[in-house]
């Protein structure tokens, strides 16, 4: 594969540059990756990384080390990287940085590179990084932060959705509150005693209000404690086991047709996506102790995240440090949002609107900037 003497894939045409969209096995990375290209409206090639994540010490040198390198991929496993390089390269996630920075050394340092997020990298390494407040990035001409992540929830994806679900949920009684469980994730941890506790909070909230709950885990949900979860609902129930490419996730559909929504706190994206449809959003501190029971596999991860996040607070350079629970403040305080909990059913209130148009705007006009 020849390097900078490829030519530029659509160069003739500055108006509408070609596009790679580097997605990975992270579910919210590759939505935000994609909001961005479908709001800049060009067209786009979505290249799909396959990283080694088996291999700590490749990942570490991939990444800190050399930093433009293919090392943390499986070639063989990923969407083919060549010429025609593109003009514009989005990523998001510490692992497609190397790539995204490969893919510019091969056009000659001619491809710009938007990343989403926080990047490993010295932040003059892109383009534009488009960040939000949850990471500490230092204002830079090229770091734009937005208040809330990107996300793609709109009107036309949530009436199709509620349109070929309506019929499979019609004989779940209203209200209807939809529960989207993350996981995992830095120091917040969903130990069985957490997911327990959620289950008996909505529980007790549906069989007040005499209605139903629409139940998912994600990507990042440990199955014991979805199970535990589960095991505290003696109420109508829809309930979703995630499942990686699967057509038929109804995330979509629960936020179209649920009355209420409650999310758990550590997932920014899933409360963003949440709090755009402007129905009362109640977040579920998965941070909190939870109880004190926890088996011992719980017990050693959970302090090991605590330990490392406790190291990289104290040793990292601010910009390589992250507040999870930023976002889920965030919206509490300004009335986009409630714990759960702290008001019964039936006595949610008006929320505040909750409108991220801004946000994609000014992120709209920066892209587009870097080809004017």
Known sequence: MTGSSAALAGATDRCTPSTWLLTGHRAGDNNQVLALAEQLGWPFEVKQLVHRRSKLLTRLISRQLFGITLAGIERRRSSELAPPWPQLVISAGRDSEPVARWIRRQSGDRTRLVHIGRPWAPLSTFDLVITTPQYFLPPRPNVLTNQLPLHRITPARLAAAAARWQPRLAHLPRPRTAVLVGGDSGSFVLTRD????????????????GGSALVS???????????????????????????????????????????????TGESASMLTEASVTQKPLFVFDIGSSGGARRLPRELLLWDLRKLRNRVANHFSPPRMQRDIGDVQRRLVASGRARWLGDAPAGSCGRLAHCDTREDARRTVERVRALFE
């Open 217 to 263: 885990s994600s990507a990042r949900t440990p199955a014991h404690a979805f199970e535990a979860l589960c095991a505290q609902l003696d109420v109508p129930s829809h309930v979703y086991h995630w499942r990686p490419d699967d057509d038929d996730n109804p995330y979509l559909a629960y936020l179209a047709l649920a009355d209420e929504l409650v999310v």
């Open 194 to 209: 957490k997911a327990r506790r959620l289950g008996r909070l909505v529980e007790e909230r549906v069989r007040r209000s």
